[in-house]
């Protein structure tokens, strides 16, 4: 089983910063893709950023130019650094693992709150 905590999330005004990051724990038995979704209110979940150690990194559209995502390999964690936020970026935001051997995990979530 592979255990997931994110951290970072929290309150924060229009054109603020925030940094998330998830650490993966447990039975690893090879990391494929990290990423980052989000899920507002009455919405579907949705993708914001990937990262793949074969075919780099994928962002969401709205999200581009503004967030980065980075991966440290060595310790199993995925950071998701966002900048310019804006109010439509407000949901909660969930880590999400891939595994080559077939597993997919998600993390508990965190609430991002981007006020006006």
């Known amino acids: 089983q592979v255990q997931l905590v994110e951290s970072g999330g929290g309150l924060v005004q229009a054109g603020g910063s925030l940094r998330l990051s998830c650490a993966a724990s447990g039975s690893i038995s090879g990391i494929m893709t990290m990423g980052w979704y989000r899920q507002a209110p009455e919405k579907q979940r949705e993708l914001v950023a990937t990262?793949?150690?074969?075919?780099?990194?994928n962002y969401a559209d709205s999200v581009k130019g503004r967030f980065t995502i980075s991966r440290d390999n060595a310790k199993n964690t995925v950071t998701l650094q966002m900048n310019s936020l804006k109010p439509e970026d407000t949901a909660v935001y969930y880590c999400?693992?891939?595994?080559?051997?077939?597993?997919?995990?998600w993390g508990q979530g965190t609430q991002v709150t981007v006020s006006s």
């Open positions: 990262i793949n150690t074969a075919v780099g990194t």
């Open positions: 999400r693992v891939l595994t080559y051997s077939g597993g997919a995990y």
